[in-house]
């Protein structure tokens, strides 16, 4: 491998986690971790993030904008697909009949998917597409704050 290569990967992988966490979701880098979090009470948001172009340009920014919203859930975290692998396999375990996806996002009820956003539904789409279907999930399964 080429370390400028290595090095630059690095970079944007730190640039993905620090913009989805500034953003107020908490990073979940264990299969612990996600299992602590998503069998709690409540809703969760679950984004898997990734370093692909549709995840910067079109699902981290959805992520973020999402939040300017009434209703929200509980809890906003998010797993890093292709680098903390054991918690973005247990995280899909979650989303029973839902084929691996990323970027993503899953809205979990009390332990339970309701919904999923799939990459084909991000993907192609523009940012305010996305804004639109998260804040959907969140009036149909989140409480007023």
Known sequence: MDLNFDLYMNG?????????????????????????????????????NSVCGCAGGIARPAATHALHYDKLPDRLVTVFAGQDKEATQQARDYFEGYAPSSPSFALIKDGKITE???RHQIEGHDVMNVISQLQGLFDQYCEER
Do not use: P
């Not at 993905?16 to 979701?25: D, P």
């Open 116 to 118: 999923m956003i799939e």
């Open 12 to 48: 944007v992988v730190d640039q993905a986690r620090n913009e989805i966490e500034e953003a107020g979701y908490k990073q979940l880098t264990t299969a612990d971790e996600v299992d602590k979090v998503l069998k709690q009470d409540g809703t969760t948001l679950v984004m898997v």
